[in-house]
């Protein structure tokens, strides 16, 4: 048997906290008789945090103002002579999620690594236990655990994909459009994308652009696959406002209602055909839970930032894929790194609608990892890196010029 199926058989026996301690004892007292194999556990010796801005393509307007590049934290773990790379998904302002670069930031240097730094690690799923005294900060999680997924990934010379148990070579991708000013610039996006080779585009709605935007483009494209999300710019008394999208086939609508507010989200399932779509709503495993238990929709939206992990997505994979939920994967405006993450998650059975995973060009003319990701045009695909670990280049040269703040731990 191997190291690592005692070690998972350690763990699924192990009943209470102290049990699984006991099994963690159990499996390095084997390692160490067996002379264990340095890249079966690593204990995190350093990491380092990059605050970085990337010049993005199209400058990204939110109500605070333009912002020309890309802000995001990169992580750095270092153990036994291999690095691997995370990424914080984190935006500038905390208009999608509570978590935004700077408090994650300081959660990651004032919490999170004193918790992690120079603990031994033997399953990247161990990073949840270490890091749960803090609550919330998702977002700061899970870019140091997806790190260490990496790591282990790298370390075990195996595309990060086959370590979380994917199954696919290639997975199925979409555009996601802004609201436009007018019905004929949606038009314009809508057929350049559609020439590009997606087969699933996804368009914004709103209180107001809703029925005519929608219904003029299914009419045009009547079997393109189409989805809507709002962004929680409704409320359950617009029910009888949503049913009316139901004749138009969308494969889903996104997150109508309140980013806090599952058990509407259930009253509103009960009262529309087009399935709901949760993605504000799913911070964790328990939210999932509800999410299943209620019926407050029918397709999760798998944000890995969102849930703090990789631990957690797989967690909430296979509850879903138990539950009869569909999944894709969204994007969160991700440099390589984090997109490298979300096509490797995206490889896993229960993907199976088209996720947000745009070609990297769409947002980066050069990218801090390599090579960039593009479109298969003749099935609206991406391609699962085969190299390990990430499976692509880090340009550090590139992140080192672009560095506004750093903090290294060691
Ligand atoms: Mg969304």
Redesign the pocket.
Known sequence: MELSELYTAAKRKAKGKREKEKGKKVYKTIANLTELNENEAMRIEKIELFHIELPLVHPFRTSMGTEMGRKIILIKVTAEGITAWGECVAMSDPF?SADTVTSAWHTLTRYLIPLVLGKIIYDPRDMVDLMKPVRGHVMAKAALENGVWAWFAEATEQPLSVLLGGVRDRVEVGV?IGIQPTIELLEERVARFVDEGYQRV?MKVEPGWLIEPIERIRTKYPDLRLMG???SAFTLEDADLLRQIDPFGLLML??PLGHDDIANHARLQAQIETAV?L??SIHSVADAQAMIDLKAGRII?M?VGRVGGFSNALKIHDMAEAAGIQMWC?GMLETGIGRAGNVHLASLPNFVLPG?ISATDRYFSRDIANPPFVLNKEDSTMTVPTGKGLGVEIDVDFIESLTTDRAEFS
């Open positions: 999608y996601s996804k999300d709002a962004n996104e997150q779509c993605d504000e939206n944000k969204g947000d």
